[in-house]
C-alpha cells in the first residue's frame, strides 16, 4: 500500500471514529437531560407526597389537641361518664410524659396570672424549665389573651380538707367545694365596677381548684371508707356544656405571632377521629358560634331552681357553658406551641391552654418521614428556609405549619457523570487520532528506514566495489608483471594500502554501528594522553588530506591531558570527522582545524573546515543513521551515511554527546567526554 492509498484508509477510519465518538456524546447528553427530568419530576412528587404527609399529621395533632376537654389541664379531672364524686375524679392523662414525642407538655395560662402545669408533680425539672419559659417576654402575647371574669364573682373554691375532720364536715366542703361553685352571687346593687373583679379567678379555674380540693381529700380519707362516703355521697357533678367557636383573621393578626386560622377543610381521617372523640366525650355537634369578641361578652345564666330540701329525690346537676376556640399552630417565644382560649359563658373569665411541641423531636420526626417517603437516589434533605442554597434544583417548606423548614433536593452529580462521560468519549477520539497519525508516522518511519538502508546497501555496495575493484587491477598489473617501472609499482602499492585501509575502515563502521544497536559496546578505557594520541591519529591522515589538498592544523591545548581513554572510540571518532570534512569541506580554501581541550570535566574535541556548512535547520538530521545531505553538487559524493550518526552514539555510550556548533565559515562538529582518571 503505497503513501496515499495508507493516508486516505487512515483518514476514512478517522472520519468514522470521530462521528462514533460525536455520536455517543450527543447521546450521552440527552440521556442525562432526560434522566434529569425524570429525576426532578419524581422529586416534584416526593415533595407534595411529604407535605400532605406532613399536613395530614400535624392536623390530626391539631384536632386531637382542639378535642381535649378544657379540666385536662388541670392536676385531675372528672373521666367521662361518671356521675358520682366518690369515683369521679382521677390524675389527668397530662400529667404523663407524652405518647406523642413531637409534645413536650401541657400549659395552661390562668384568669389570675397564675400558670397550671398538668405535670408540676411528675415532672418537675420540667415543670420548673417550663415555668421560666411562660414568664419570659415571648409569651406576653399569649397572656394577654386571658381575661378576668366580668360577670357577677363567684363563690370561692373551698380549701383542702385537713385531716381529722368529723365525715359531716367534710361533707358538707365537698358539697361547698363542686355545688355551689355554679350558684350566682345574690344581684347586687348598682354600684361602680369593681375594680377588685380583674384579680379573680373565674368559674373554670375555681372548678379546677375545687377538683383538687376534693380529690386531695378523697385520697385522705382513703384508709377510712366511712369517711369517703361521707364527702362523696353521691354528690352531682356540674355538667359542662361545650361549645366550639372560631378564631377570626382580626383575632389572629392581634397576636403580633405566626398564628394561622386552621383550614376549613379537614382531612378525612382527623376529622373522623375528631367526632369520634366528641361524640365519646358526649359533647355537642353545634355549629359555631361567636368569635372571641363576641364571647367575650358574659351571657346570662338562668338562675338555677334551689333544691327542694324537703324531698329526698338527687339535686340534678348544675350545667357550666363553656365556648372552645380550635386549637391552633403558632410561634411564641422561638417555639412552636398550639393553643387555645377557653371561656366561661357564665362569668366571662378567658383561659389560655398550650401544648408546648419538641422542635429537636418535630426534627426528628421529619428525617423519618423523608427517609420512608423519599427515595434515596433523589437524596432530599431538610434545611432552613432563609439559608441560600444554590445546589437545590427543587426547594419548598415541607408544610404551611413548618414553614422555616424547606425540603431541598439538590441538582444530579448526572452532570458530572455525564461529563466525565464526555470527557472520556473525547480522549478516546483524541487516542484514536494520536493512534492513526503514530501509525502513519511510524509508516512513513518505516518507509524512510528501509529507502534508508537500501540508500545504504547500495552506498556500502558502491563503497565496497571501488575499493575492492582497485586493489584488483592494480594486483592483476603487479602479477602480470605490466608495471616496469619501480616507481609507478611503488605508487600502485601505496594505492593498494590506502584502498585496504579505507575497505578497513568502512568495514569497521558498519561493525560498530551494529554492536552499538545491539548494546555490546563496552568501553575500553586506558590511561592515555588525549593530546598525543589526538595528534598521532591526524598524523597517520596526512597522506590522504595531503593527497586532497588538504592543510590540517592541530590545536592541542596547554594542562594536563592524561586520562582514561577510549583508543578506539577516539581514534574512529577522529578518522570519521576527517572524512566528512574532506568530503565536503572542499573550496578553495581547503583547511581543516583539529582541537583538543579541557572544559570543566569534559574534554572536547573539535574538527572544523571551511566548507559550505551545514544549516540550522539540518544538524540534528545528520545524526541520524543512513541520513545525507543533498545539496546540489554533492549526489555522488561516496558515503554510507553513519560517520556523523557514529560519532554521537560513540559519544554518549562514553556519557557525552556531539553537536554542530555555530561558525563564522564551515562546519565545526565539538565533541564532549567525560573526563577522569583510571584511579578515581
Known amino acids: 500500500m503505497n503513501r496515499r492509498h495508507r493516508r486516505l484508509w487512515l483518514s476514512l ?63 385531675v379531672y372528672v373521666p367521662e361518664g361518671v356521675l358520682a364524686a366518690s369515683d369521679a375524679l382521677a390524675p ?15 400549659v395552661q395560662l390562668n384568669p389570675d396570672g397564675t ?35 366580668t360577670g357577677p364573682v363567684l363563690a370561692q373554691a373551698s380549701p383542702p380538707r385537713a385531716s381529722g375532720s368529723s365525715p359531716k364536715a367534710t361533707r358538707s366542703r365537698a358539697s361547698s367545694s363542686l355545688g355551689s361553685l355554679v ?36 385520697k385522705e380519707a382513703a384508709p377510712e371508707p366511712s369517711k369517703r362516703a361521707a364527702i362523696a355521697q353521691n354528690e352531682p357533678l356540674p355538667k359542662i356544656a361545650r361549645t366550639d367557636v372560631d378564631w377570626s383573621d382580626e ?102 391552654q398550650l401544648a408546648l411541641l419538641d422542635e429537636a423531636a418535630m426534627r426528628s420526626w421529619l428525617e423519618g418521614i423523608l427517609a420512608r417517603r423519599v427515595d434515596a437516589a433523589i437524596a432530599g434533605r431538610l434545611i432552613a428556609a432563609d439559608a441560600d442554597d444554590d445546589r437545590c434544583a427543587v426547594r419548598a417548606p415541607v408544610s404551611t405549619v413548618l414553614d422555616d423548614i424547606d425540603l431541598c433536593v439538590p441538582a444530579s452529580a448526572r452532570g458530572t457523570g455525564v461529563g466525565l462521560e464526555v470527557g472520556v468519549l473525547l480522549a478516546l477520539l483524541l487516542l484514536v487520532i494520536m493512534v492513526l497519525v ?3 508516522r511510524a509508516a512513513e518511519r518505516a518507509e524512510a528506514l528501509a529507502r534508508q538502508r537500501s540508500a545504504f546497501v547500495s552506498a556500502v555496495s558502491h563503497e565496497l566495489r571501488t575499493p575492492l575493484t582497485t586493489l584488483r587491477m592494480y594486483a592483476e598489473l603487479l602479477r602480470d608483471g605490466l608495471v616496469s617501472d619501480p616507481e609507478k609499482a611503488r605508487r600502485f602499492h601505496g594505492d593498494m594500502v590506502q584502498e585496504s585501509v579505507r575497505l578497513s575502515h568502512l568495514v569497521e563502521n558498519v561493525l560498530e554501528a551494529q554492536r552499538l544497536e545491539e548494546g555490546r559496546r ?50 574512529q571518532t577522529l578518522v570519521n570527522l576527517i572524512e566528512n570534512a574532506v568530503k565536503y569541506g572542499r573550496g578553495d580554501d581547503a583547511h581543516l582545524q583539529v582541537a583538543v581541550a579541557r572544559r570543566g570535566d569534559h574534554a572536547v574535541i573539535s574538527v572544523a573546515d571551511r566548507g559550505p556548512g551545514i544549516p540550522r535547520h539540518e544538524r540534528e538530521r ?32 562514553w556519557g557525552g554527546d556531539a553537536r554542530i556548533v555555530d561558525s563564522a565559515v564551515g562546519c565545526r562538529v565539538e565533541v564532549t567526554v567525560p573526563w577522569r582518571s583510571l584511579a578515581t
Open 115 to 149: 400558670v397550671t402545669l398538668p405535670f408540676d408533680a411528675t415532672r418537675p425539672e420540667l415543670a420548673a424549665l417550663v415555668r421560666a419559659e411562660v414568664a419570659g417576654d415571648g409569651f406576653a402575647p399569649l397572656r394577654a389573651l386571658t381575661a378576668p371574669p
Open 251 to 352: 383575632e389572629l393578626g392581634k397576636l403580633g405571632t405566626k398564628a394561622k386560622a386552621p383550614s376549613k377543610k379537614k382531612p378525612a381521617m382527623a376529622q373522623k377521629k375528631n367526632l369520634a372523640n366528641l361524640k365519646a366525650e358526649g359533647e355537642g355537634d353545634g355549629d359555631p358560634t361567636p368569635s372571641m369578641a363576641q364571647q367575650a361578652a358574659p351571657t346570662p345564666t338562668p338562675t338555677p331552681t334551689p333544691p327542694d330540701t324537703t324531698s329526698n329525690a338527687p339535686t340534678p346537676a348544675p350545667t357550666v357553658a363553656v365556648s372552645y376556640t380550635p386549637m391552633v399552630f403558632d410561634e411564641i417565644g422561638g417555639q412552636r406551641v398550639l393553643h387555645r382560649t377557653v371561656t366561661s359563658l357564665a362569668d366571662g373569665a378567658r383561659t389560655v
Open 13 to 75: 477510519v478517522g472520519v468514522v471514529v470521530a462521528a462514533a465518538v460525536g455520536f455517543g456524546v450527543v447521546a450521552a447528553v440527552a440521556r442525562s437531560g432526560l434522566e434529569e427530568r425524570e429525576r426532578l419530576a419524581r422529586a416534584w412528587r416526593a415533595v407534595d407526597v411529604v407535605h400532605g404527609v406532613v399536613e395530614e399529621s400535624l392536623e390530626e395533632l391539631r384536632l386531637r389537641e382542639s378535642a381535649r376537654p378544657f379540666d385536662h389541664y388541670n392536676a
Open 622 to 653: 545528520v545524526f541520524q543513521r543512513f541520513a545525507r545531505m543533498e545539496r546540489p553538487g554533492e549526489e555522488h559524493v561516496a558515503g554510507t551515511g553513519l560517520g556523523l550518526a557514529l560519532v554521537r552514539e560513540l559519544a554518549r555510550a
Open 92 to 106: 389527668s392523662p397530662l400529667s404523663r410524659a407524652p405518647d406523642d414525642p413531637r409534645l413536650r407538655g401541657w
Open 438 to 440: 503514530v501509525l502513519d
Open 183 to 218: 350558684e350566682p352571687a345574690p344581684p347586687a346593687a348598682p354600684t361602680e365596677p369593681d375594680s377588685g373583679l380583674a384579680a379573680k379567678q373565674g368559674l373554670l379555674q375555681q372548678l379546677n381548684v375545687a377538683s383538687t380540693n376534693v380529690y386531695s381529700q378523697l
Open 522 to 571: 563496552p568501553l575500553r578505557l586506558e590511561e592515555l594522553d588525549l593530546g598525543g594520541l589526538v595528534r598521532s591519529v591526524v598524523d597517520g591522515q596526512r597522506p590522504l588530506l595531503t593527497q586532497r589538498g588538504f592543510q590540517v592544523d592541530v590545536d592541542i591545548a596547554d594542562g594536563d591531558l592524561v586520562g582514561a581513554v577510549d583508543r578506539q572510540a577516539i581514534e
